[in-house]
Each structure stands twice: as C-alpha cells, then as structure tokens.
C-alpha cells in the first residue's frame, strides 16, 4: 500500500471515529435550538481563539455561522458542512472523478486552463491551452455545442463512465477520445527537449514515471530541463522529488521551474518538496499565530518523503510566476531566494497584454505574484461534523528580514524579471518559449 493510500486511511479512519465516539455521548442532549446554539457558539470561540487577528467577543446568540463567516473573517475562511468538506478533502488528496480538466472563458472560446496528470484527458492527449470548440456523444454524429465554461462542464457531467466523449479542439479535425472515471491526480510534470514526464499511479495507489517522445520543447538545450508543479496537493512532494531523480540522471545542470497559475495547497506539501533543497534543520518558513509576540511563531521545517535527492547547490534554477502564483507557491520561491538557489533576477513575472488585462480586469496585480502571506487551518465539529477554516497565522522567509509578502505579492520592485504573456494560459506557451530564449540565447547553449 503507497503511502499516500495510508496517510489517507489512517486519517479518515481518526476522524471519523472521533466524531462518532464523541456523538454518542453528546448528540442525545443536543437536539432542535439547543444544538444549534451550540454550533453557534463553537464557531465563535473558535474565531475568538484561533483568527489571526483579534475580533473581539462574538455574540453568537443572534448569529448564525454563515453571518460571523461573512461579518469578521476574511475571504480565505470558510464554513462547511461535513459533505462539503470531505469532498475538498478528498480532492486536494488528488482523488478525483470525471475526465480530469479545469476549463475557463476567454476571448477564443472554451480553454483548457488545467489537466490533472494521470487523468483519462491527460492520457487521452488534451493539454494546457487547448481551445474546445464542442463536442460529440458516443457514436453519435451530432455535435453538441455550449456557450461558455460552466456550460460546458454542466454537459460533461451528464455523462456516463462507459459512455465515450469526443472533444474536437482548434486547429485538430481530430477528436480527443475521453470517458469519465476515478483517477488519482498527479501535479508535477517535466519536459526535455526530447521528452515529456508525468507520473502514473496504478490501482493500488503505487506511483511511477511515465515517459514519452515529444517536440514541444525541442528550444531546451541538452542540459536544461522544465518542471511545472501546478498545485502543492495529493504527493506533489513525492512527484517532484521523482522527477528531480530524472533530472540529474540525465545529468542535466539548468531548470525552468514553473510556478504560474499554482495558487497553493498544503504546508505539508511544502515541507515535503523543502526536502529536497535545504537540511532538516533549516527552516522552510515562520508562522506568527497573531503576529502579537515572538512566543506565538512556529518554526515550519522540511518533512522527508519517499524520494532521496538532493538539489546541487550549482544547479541554476529560474522560476516562472504570475498574478495566480499564490501562497505556497510564493513561499517555495521565498525559501529558494532565502537559501541563494535562486537569485531574484533569475524570477520571471508575467507581464500581460492589454487584451487579457481587459478581459479579465486584474490589471492590478500585472507584473507581480498574487501576494498571499497568510495560513490556514480547519477545524472539526465532533458533534456535528461541520467545519469551520479559519486564517489563523501570517507567513515570513527564513530570509532573516521577516520578510512577508502578504498583499503585496513578488515584482520587478524586488529585482525579478518581467516577461511577456498573451494569456494565463496559451497552446504551445508563447512566454516560456521567450523565457527560455532570454535565459539561454538563440543558440540554446546554455545560461548567459
């Protein structure tokens, strides 16, 4: 059984025994009013207690959750039902169902703004920047056609696992064949100039590398390497540290690593991947519970995972960012700058066109990271299941400086870079392909 698989177990299996221990003796006196009262006031000591910041005392007597949620906690706090969590729960654990993409609006239609590695759309061939035009049922020679991204999602839901989906997508008369099913999700990908990787995980949860012949990359020099990590769930740790064995078996010395679009995930992914650039004794980042004195800071170090690498200090390491790199993801870029693997300059930002700025209306955050600084932690109702997420610490580098980047994100203030990018997402990847060229000249020989 993989490690994942009982990680899963053993913590679902603890939680839901606590729950159900804890219900026998209580859930009999707390019925009608009363249990709700007492939703009500576990929900307000507990932000009295853990929010990050001080709220004062909370009447919870005329309040519902849903109000003090919306009254004093920030828009990363959250409240769910027990349903709803275990659903989140189970699927930033990469448990997934369905074919395996997140699609979004633009100008040119339906895009593929995210596939799910080890998902039938990845298997199947769909990629990053993929244009759906509509589609087809089974042997069905109708086409079926949708007006925007929920649309969209809406008609593949209506779908079957055995039924077959043909997506037809821009410049392809070809359809990408794709059922529906269950899949463990992967999130971290590698690509040569010669080669693609992502990792598989078969039925019994036991991960390995996938490889196979590409040309997308063909720009990359011999020795040059790209890494995409679009999400810091499920093993994201343990895929990078995969790949990375990859890398240095092929005895390669320069990476592009690709942080855009990734807006976070778990600490404990974080600590996971640390692993693999700093010694167990170092700091990954500080947390200041808060943020009142230096007794509330939490000292977060690197947690080992399956995979034994480690990252030569003379690898030169670039990292691609944007408005949509968020919270772990700019912690990871903090720890690298903090430990001198990557210098601030070697830090590229997207900087956008004035068509996607329009479009989309973020022109605030164009050329910096999304400035996310904060932690979050959930906490479970034992006698109802419900939980409440709350923001409970600031985030600062191991820098020395306390350095925090909440609100503010990383610019070209700081000395980063600023590249051109048409969209957030684009088939063939415009802005990585001028990176690239920046980075190792026309010639592709190597760092300039």
């Known amino acids: 059984m993989s490690k994942w698989m009982r990680r899963t177990i053993i913590i679902v299996v603890v939680v839901l025994v606590v729950a159900a221990v804890l219900a026998v003796g209580v859930l009999a006196m707390c019925t009608g009013d009363e249990n709700s009262t007492s ?3 576990w929900a307000a000591e507990l ?5 990050y910041e001080d709220v004062g005392e909370i009447d919870y007597r005329i309040m519902e959750i849903e109000e003090m949620v919306d009254a004093y906690l920030d828009r990363y706090s959250a409240y769910y039902t027990y349903d709803e969590y275990m659903s989140e729960y189970y699927s930033n654990a990469g448990v997934k ?66 039924e077959v989906i043909h997506l037809y997508v821009a410049d392809s008369d070809e359809p990408i064949d794709v059922s529906r099913a269950a899949f463990q999700a ?36 011999e020795n040059a390497a790209y890494i995409q990590i679009t999400e810091f769930y499920g093993n994201a740790d343990t895929e990078l540290g995969m790949m990375l064995e990859k890398f240095y078996e092929l005895e390669m010395d320069t990476v592009i690593l690709d942080l855009r679009n990734n807006g976070g995930g778990y600490m404990s992914v ?21 943020n009142t004195s230096s007794d509330n800071v939490t000292e977060y170090y690197p947690t080992k995972t399956d995979v034994d690498v480690k990252v030569d200090p003379d690898t030169d390491i670039y990292v691609l960012a944007n408005l949509g790199t968020a919270s772990a993801s700019e912690a990871l870029i903090g720890m690298l700058v903090s430990y001198d693997f990557v210098p601030y300059e070697n830090v590229f930002i997207s900087s956008f066109s004035d068509d996607y700025l ?62 051109e990018a048409a969209w957030t997402v684009t088939r063939g990847d415009e802005e990585l392909k001028g990176v690239a060229k920046e980075i190792f000249g026309e010639s592709g020989a190597g760092p300039n």
């Open 270 to 290: 974080l600590q996971g991947m640390a692993s693999y650039f700093i010694d167990e004794e170092d700091v990954v980042t500080y947390a200041d519970y808060r």
């Open 97 to 162: 169902a369905g074919i395996g993409v997140v699609v979004s609006n633009s100008p040119s239609g339906v895009v593929v703004s995210e596939v799910y590695g080890n998902s039938p759309a990845y298997k199947a061939g769909l990629r990053k920047g993929d244009v759906i035009e509509y589609l087809k049922r089974g042997s069905s020679s109708a086409r079926i056609n949708f007006d925007d991204a929920s649309a969209l999602v809406s008609i593949l839901s209506t779908f079957s696992t055995d």
């Open 358 to 419: 329009e479009y989309s209306g973020n022109s605030e955050k164009n050329g910096r990271t999304y400035g996310k600084g904060i932690m979050q932690q959930s906490f479970m109702n034992s006698r109802t299941g419900e939980v409440l997420k709350l923001t409970v610490a600031t985030l600062y580098w191991p820098d020395g400086k306390k350095t925090c980047i909440h609100d503010r994100g990383l610019s070209e203030e700081d000395g980063c870079r600023l590249s």
């Open 47 to 51: 932000i009295e207690s853990y929010y």
């Open 186 to 221: 992967s999130y971290v990908f590698m690509s040569t100039g010669a080669a693609d990787f992502s990792v598989e995980y078969d039925d019994e949860g036991e991960a390995s590398l996938c490889e196979t012949p590409s040309v997308e990359h063909s720009y990359l020099p």
């Open 39 to 41: 939703s009500r006031r």
